[in-house]
């Protein structure tokens, strides 16, 4: 149950979940440090608040409740919050999403760190309603500190771009390798209709433009059909499919059938010229009919 809470991606592989950036939440990489970094800090602080007033044990125990409790009500809250029509949440350890810019998720990246700086407080209150510290100001300093030192926590996201992270699943990936495969299957009609030679391009923007010409492929913005989708959410630029250009204008009878035409440089997705002609079946000159339905794999 608690890796449900902490990584809400093992629950929902049908979809990409958008998980915030907080100081208990980080994406992969060295981001990971920061929730150690944090609760330490807060919980130093809170037991050093404590310390004078209930002593060391106490203190100690009191600190490590509230930020404990503190993390799973908000990984809770954040689960509770998430559904299909609205799949954002918090979790830990996703692919930073580069690709979304202040713009984008801005507004939720706020919205969500502010819930956690007030549920921290709340969490801090309730230490006070337990331990009575001597003092309005010790209630003061136990209440706020911690949401002190929760917000420059958030400063190494919002300074990096990285205001959310998230997991590629399986229907995304599909959305890339579908869209090859109509890249390989428009290349085959384009064969067809030039005595089996490909286009000349230098690079996959002048393939699409020369498949749109002909009318192999609906006209659905360059940017659209020529970079993959799934780069749009982590990468802070689009990735364009690579076109392998040495084959530009090549028979497709004199192209070696284990040579790649298309490429996805983010997974390493391909189209072979095998996948548009069988090698079984690759006649010395083009034949355009008996094709059968372009099929992509991946690289190796």
């Not at 929760?150 to 997991?167: I, M, N, Q, T």
Request: glycine content about 8%.
């Amino acid at each position: 149950m608690v890796l449900v809470f902490l990584f809400p991606a093992i629950s929902r592989a049908e979809g990409l979940v958008f998980l915030v950036s907080t100081p208990v939440s980080p994406p992969a990489g060295l981001f990971l440090f920061i929730p150690f970094a944090f609760l330490l800090a807060s919980g130093a602080a809170v037991f050093l608040l404590l310390r004078r007033q209930i002593g060391s044990d106490a203190a100690a125990l009191a600190s490590c409740l509230a930020h404990v409790c503190f993390v799973l009500l908000f990984f809770l809250w954040g689960r509770l919050n998430t559904s299909h029509l609205a799949p954002v949440s918090i979790g830990i350890g996703g692919s930073p999403l580069y690709g979304l810019t202040w713009h984008d998720f801005g507004t939720l990246f706020v919205e969500w760190n502010l819930w956690g700086l007030v549920l921290l407080a709340v969490c801090s209150f309730v230490v006070c309603l337990v331990t009575r510290p001597r003092g309005l100001r010790s209630w003061l300093m136990i209440t706020m500190t911690p949401a002190a030192i929760y917000a420059p926590f958030v400063l190494p996201y919002a300074f990096s771009g990285v205001y959310a992270h998230g997991f590629v699943e399986s229907h995304i990936v599909h959305a890339c390798h579908l869209r090859l495969e109509q890249g390989a299957s428009a290349l085959r009609l384009y064969a067809e209709d030039h005595h089996g030679r490909l286009p000349y391009a230098e690079d996959y923007v002048g393939i699409v433009e020369a498949c749109i010409r002909n009318e192999y492929v609906r006209d659905g913005g360059i940017d659209i059909l020529a970079f993959c989708p799934v780069s749009r959410y982590f990468a802070k630029t689009p990735i364009m499919y690579v076109w392998h250009d040495e084959w530009g204008g090549y028979n497709l009878g004199e192209i070696p059938g284990d040579a790649v035409l298309l490429e996805c440089p983010r997974d390493g997705y391909v189209v072979r010229v095998s996948d548009i002609v069988p090698p079984a079946k690759k006649p010395a000159m083009y034949d355009p009919y008996g094709l059968p339905p372009a099929k992509c794999g991946k690289e190796g």
